[in-house]
């Protein structure tokens, strides 16, 4: 588990962006799979939650979404059974531990100490290009955050140099800004994305000032953690997921 350098600083929340390691599952998803929509057995996904809920202090259900590489954020105010479809989540309650899955996508926590309001994004190309990382500051804005206030972790996800597009991707990007052209590398005639780069950036253009970037990459099997893009060169059918988690103690 990867603890942020700055959340940690606060005593009354607690976190964490966990990889791959100490869990119960087997072959592709070894060991710590949190993915209820993996192929994996329930039962061992099941028993890798608790194992999450253990260490983060987590004594109610962790609230997890359908993700859909959405904009879309729900603010929670209570457990509920009710499927959420999207790819954030947000609360000012205590003991709601609210998580991202991810597997090469960029995780991001949010918090603001003022206001005790806590969120997490999901944020893969798709999303990210939709701007849920500036949308999740409105929302915070909206529950009366400013923006100063605000501290955003981007977490573990797949870095530029393993992250090779086409060009049409790169035009997409490029129609939205022009200014987009810097999170492009060119290499051998390959196109390379910076995904935290471009999520960085985009949540620093919403005048927050406190964003932090942990730079481990997901696809880097030395890191252990669980990797779409590193499954699919593999000519596996599935993968695991990685979990990160936030919750007000």
């Known amino acids: 588990m990867i603890k942020s350098k700055n959340l940690q600083k606060f005593k009354n929340i607690s976190h964490g962006f966990f990889n791959n390691l100490g869990g119960v599952s087997n072959g592709i998803y070894k060991s710590l799979n949190c993915g209820i929509g993996s192929n994996d057995k329930k039962k061992n996904v099941i028993k890798n939650l608790k194992i999450v809920s253990k260490k983060i202090g987590i004594k109610k259900k962790i609230i997890l979404l359908h993700q859909l590489h959405s904009d879309k954020i729900f603010f929670i105010n209570k457990i509920s059974k009710k499927k959420l479809l999207g790819d ?18 960029a995780p991001i926590l949010f918090y603001d100490p003022k206001k005790n309001i806590i ?11 939709k701007k849920i990382g500036k ?26 140099r393993n992250y090779e597009v086409k060009n049409d991707f790169k035009t997409k990007f490029l129609k939205q800004s022009p200014q987009n052209v810097k999170h492009f590398k060119l290499i051998k005639n390959k196109i390379y994305f910076d995904l935290n780069g471009y999520v960085f950036n985009q949540l ?3 005048g927050i000032k406190n964003v932090e970037i942990i730079k481990k990459d997901t696809f880097n099997p030395k890191n252990n953690f669980f990797s779409a893009r590193r499954s699919f060169k593999k000519k ?10 936030i919750m007000i103690k």
Do not use: E
């Open 204 to 206: 620093i253009k919403t």
């Open 236 to 245: 596996n059918n599935d993968y695991g997921r990685n979990i990160s988690i």
């Open 135 to 160: 949308k999740m500051i409105s929302k915070f804005k909206k529950r009366g955050s400013k923006v100063n206030n605000i501290l955003a972790v981007i977490g573990p996800c797949i870095s530029q």
């Open 119 to 129: 969120g997490v994004a999901h944020a893969g190309w798709k999303g990210a290009y």
């Open 88 to 105: 954030g989540l947000i609360t000012n309650n205590k003991n709601i531990a609210i998580g991202i899955l991810t597997a090469d996508c």
